[in-house]
């Protein structure tokens, strides 16, 4: 059975620092995409981040570039999101998400989702 579980959410000023965890396990690693996705209030659900967990391929959404850092850690079937100079339009729910063999930035595309953790920035 498929798990993700996110962690490391909160409430921080803005300029300042998160870590976001999602602990996998179910998965056949070597074959998925891990993406963080996030859902602001009253807009759509978008794109952050992913990494292949084989090559550790990395892409980000522009609004997040230079400021997010995507990494995972093997041994601990882990993938954490590192958010640097965060901003108050960062805050949202975020998920991570899985998705086998295909490299994709589309929500919809992806099977398997965690529970989400709330990060509020405030100015």
């Known amino acids: 059975q498929v798990q993700l579980v996110e962690s490391g959410g909160g409430l921080v000023q803005a300029g300042g620092s998160l870590r976001l965890s999602c602990a996998a396990s179910?998965?056949?690693?070597?074959?998925?995409?891990i993406a963080w996705f996030r859902h602001p209030p009253g807009m759509e659900r978008e794109f952050v981040a992913l990494?292949?967990?084989?090559?550790?391929?990395?892409d980000y959404a522009d609004a997040v570039k230079g400021r997010f850092t995507i990494s995972r850690n093997n041994a601990k079937n882990t993938v954490y999101l590192q958010m640097n100079s965060l901003k108050p339009e960062d805050t949202a729910i975020y998920y991570c998400?899985?998705?086998?063999?295909?490299?994709?930035?589309?929500?919809?595309?992806?099977?398997?989702w965690g529970q989400g953790t709330q990060v509020t920035v405030s100015s």
């Open positions: 998400a899985a998705k086998a063999y295909v490299l994709t930035t589309r929500p919809r595309d992806y099977d398997y």
């Open positions: 179910g998965l056949p690693f070597g074959s998925y995409t």
């Open positions: 990494i292949t967990w084989s090559s550790g391929s990395t």
